[in-house]
């Protein structure tokens, strides 16, 4: 195991926008949990010159030292993890990840991930593709649920790769956004890079990036937001997050990089406000997949609901705008 070190200074807008120190870093660090932060923290991996603590903002100007601990690739091992399986022969599975489950490891999650999870599932998965990432071809946001499909063999990996490159993969997501005067339905074509103002972030504001193409429409209008669908052409990295943000600016709810939860909040129902107390995910779910199996040629399609909670968004929605 080793360290990745990020420094970084306290501005006065990090102090408008934030009251405690936990919530500045889960937003900084999205791939990070609350309660990974707190045990980083307890482990003296978050440093300054002054005394920190996590329950309220430093000073402005406080240079903050971050040693993020980064798996090695060999030490990547096999948990039992419960993971729901929607599908599986000899050449792929197809699993529905929840939100929060971290799909391989990385920086701040040396463990505990989808690759973990699947390599006590199959045992000989190692060596497929990538030695960090095994068997994994595409990969989901750890806070968006929903549909993936998992090469178990080098032949599939191969073969998936070649899909998701020629656009051969049917993807359909959903999401819940801010905002309740968008159109209808409309085309987001943009080029998406890494954003020069916070490396975290992607952003259509660059010189150069690479193409994406997301299409849009709306599935229920409501009061101050949005029930929206989303066919990707394109799967780059927070696609759908960054066009909802940049090009509508309607952020997906509760995107703790990419929201305005401050804003949001003024418009939640009683029922959000405690539905949202303690969850930490942007609404956004992988509900549809579909294509040709590599090996034996079959079309595969698969469908999942999304979380419980989405679904409990909703209808305090509906009945607010009734």
Request: hydrophobic share 35%; proline share 6%; charged share 25%.
């Amino acid at each position: 195991m080793q360290d990745q070190i990020t420094v970084f200074t306290i501005s006065p807008e990090d102090l408008q926008a934030h009251k405690r120190l936990d919530s500045f870093l889960a937003q900084r660090f999205p791939d990070l949990s609350r309660s990974l932060i707190k045990k980083l923290f307890q482990d003296k991996h978050i440093l300054s010159d002054v005394k920190l603590e996590l329950k309220k903002m430093p000073a402005a100007g406080t240079e903050i030292s971050f040693k993020m601990p980064v798996a090695n690739p060999v030490d990547i091992v096999a948990q039992n993890i419960p993971i729901e399986i929607l599908f599986e022969d000899e050449e792929l599975i197809i699993v529905n990840k929840h939100a929060g489950l971290v799909v391989h490891p990385a920086a701040g999650n040396p463990d505990g991930t989808l690759v973990n999870a699947i390599l006590h599932h199959c045992p000989d998965l190692k060596g497929i593709g990538n030695e960090k990432r095994p068997g994994i071809v595409h990969r989901l946001d750890k806070g968006t649920s929903g549909v993936m499909v998992v090469a178990k063999t080098q032949r599939c990996h191969e073969g998936l790769v070649e899909l998701f490159s020629t656009h051969d993969i049917d993807r359909l997501y959903e999401a819940i956004s801010l905002g309740a005067r968008i159109p209808p339905q409309k085309t987001l074509e943009s080029e998406i890079g890494r954003s020069p103002h916070n490396r975290l972030k992607m952003s259509t504001k660059v010189k150069q990036g690479k193409a994406a193409l997301t299409h849009m429409k709306v599935l229920n209008f409501f009061n101050n937001f949005s029930h929206v669908e989303l066919r990707l052409e394109t799967g780059r990295t927070h696609q759908i997050r960054v066009h909802l943000s940049e090009l509508l600016n309607c952020p997906i709810l509760n995107d703790p990089l990419y929201g305005r939860k401050n804003e949001e909040k003024k418009f939640y129902t009683d029922s959000m406000k405690v539905l949202l107390k303690d969850y930490e995910h942007p609404f956004l779910h992988a509900k549809y997949l579909g294509f040709i199996h590599p090996i034996t040629k079959k079309r595969l399609e698969f469908e999942t609901k999304p979380p419980q909670i989405f679904q409990d968004i909703l209808e305090s929605l509906k009945e607010d705008a009734k």
